[in-house]
């Protein structure tokens, strides 16, 4: 990451320690992940331990500390939407981009994280792609759905509950 | 401000907004703490020091090495409610370090032979932080801290390699009240003595814990004479009785 990018962003928190949650979350929303060496750079300007950044990163589960993919594939998998067949869902994802829970495709596309509820119970079984949310999801569907990311058409469909 | 409060019915005079177990030691009322250490801020891990509160008619359950004082607290240290929830803690730290002496001393003098909870694997260290704080706030260079949440805490270094602000001062061996943090033998330089505890990576003394011609800082050094002496002390009590 550039460091003029960096400089921006901590000006921006005006340097202040009560922020570094909020620098950390505008470094990943530009890259995605945290790189370590935006990391040692944003410790050493805001005389903030590496040991307390390890900590607050490794404490969240928002923030990455390995690149992840274009689109997060969440598959939901509370209640409702494992009684719905949320696991062969979940398989089939894991099958068709041949990455485990955590991992990002080869190609930096997706990456496969699991969640416990999204909350919307009526959709059951979801999955969230980026910000969509695709309901009543089919191991059938899911190659479908998937390659709509891939080409690059992303589909907006945004849960009416 | 002088602020009186009573101990166990014995009336003690502290600073107001000290915790209360300074109170409790000046009345030489026994509390029994893992994570305290009069060096270091109060960081309430352990939850061994849970004392009942009496204040403004509220009875309640705090822990008193960070609870702050005020004028006209009653503290009772052992009440059926203070001794059941110590009880807890001790059965919980037995089942998730069943190895370590000072734990099961702590356990036998209360009568619990075994724990009800199910036992993990081998696992030392009871997450109190005190390496950590200790490296923070005395040594000042925090070499090592904790991270992930949930089960999966644990010290670690940044980024999980080898620390490249450790001094080697072996602070967190001394301060550590499971000895989960060993002193080894360094396997490039044997003759220098460096810490493990699991993966962790830490670098040797370049002075071989010679302290007393090291070029650190002297306030540093006298709050680590500090420490050595009473782990000493300590580690003989529990050598002993065993």
């Known amino acids: ?161 | 401000m002088k602020v009186p409060i009573i101990v166990d019915g014995l009336r003690v005079e502290i600073d107001q907004g000290t915790p209360i177990i300074n109170a409790a030691r000046k009345a030489g009322v026994f509390i029994p703490t893992l994570c305290y250490h009069e060096a270091l801020k109060p960081y309430g891990s352990c939850r061994l020091c849970m004392v009942e509160v009496v204040h403004d008619k509220q009875r309640r359950l705090v822990t008193s090495c960070n609870f702050p004082a005020e004028g006209g607290m009653e503290v009772f240290t052992d009440t059926s409610r203070v001794r059941q929830i110590r009880r807890m803690i001790v059965e919980l730290l037995l089942a998730r370090c069943p190895e370590v002496l000072m734990i099961r001393t702590m356990a036998k003098q209360m009568g619990i032979e075994s724990s009800m909870f199910k036992k993990r694997e081998a696992n030392e260290c009871i997450l109190c932080g005190l390496c950590v704080r200790f490296c923070e706030e005395v040594v000042g260079v925090s070499a090592i801290g904790l991270a992930n949440r949930g089960i999966d805490r644990e010290v670690a270094t940044p980024f999980k390699v080898a620390s490249d602000v450790c001094i080697g001062c072996g602070a967190c061996t001394y301060i550590c009240p499971t000895g989960c943090i060993e002193m080894v033998p360094d396997e490039k330089t044997p003759r220098l003595r460096r810490m493990k505890m699991g993966n962790l990576t830490l670098v040797p003394c370049t002075n071989n814990y010679q302290c007393e011609s090291c070029p650190r800082e002297e306030n540093f050094l006298a709050e680590m004479k500090n420490v050595i002496t009473e782990f000493r002390s300590t580690y003989r009590r529990f050598t002993e009785k065993k």
């Open chain 1, 1 to 161: 990451m550039k460091i003029e990018k960096i400089d921006s962003i901590l000006k921006k928190h005006e340097y202040r320690h009560s922020e570094i949650i909020g620098i950390m979350q505008d470094v990943q929303g530009i890259e995605n992940y945290l790189p370590e060496g935006t990391l040692r750079y944003i410790s050493e300007k805001l005389e903030l331990s590496l040991t307390r950044i390890f900590d607050i990163v490794t404490f969240y589960k928002a923030f990455s500390l390995v690149p992840r993919g274009r689109h997060m594939i969440k598959v939901c998998c509370g209640t409702a939407c494992h009684l719905g067949g949320a696991m062969q869902n979940l398989d089939r994802i894991k099958r068709t981009l041949h990455v485990r829970e955590g991992e990002t495709t080869e190609d930096r596309m997706f990456s496969l994280e699991t969640v416990n509820c999204l909350g919307t119970c009526a959709l059951a079984p979801v999955i969230q792609i980026g910000e969509d949310y695709h309901d009543a999801v089919i191991p059938g569907k899911i190659d479908n759905i998937l390659a709509a990311y891939s080409a690059g058409h992303e589909r907006q469909e945004v849960a009416t509950d």
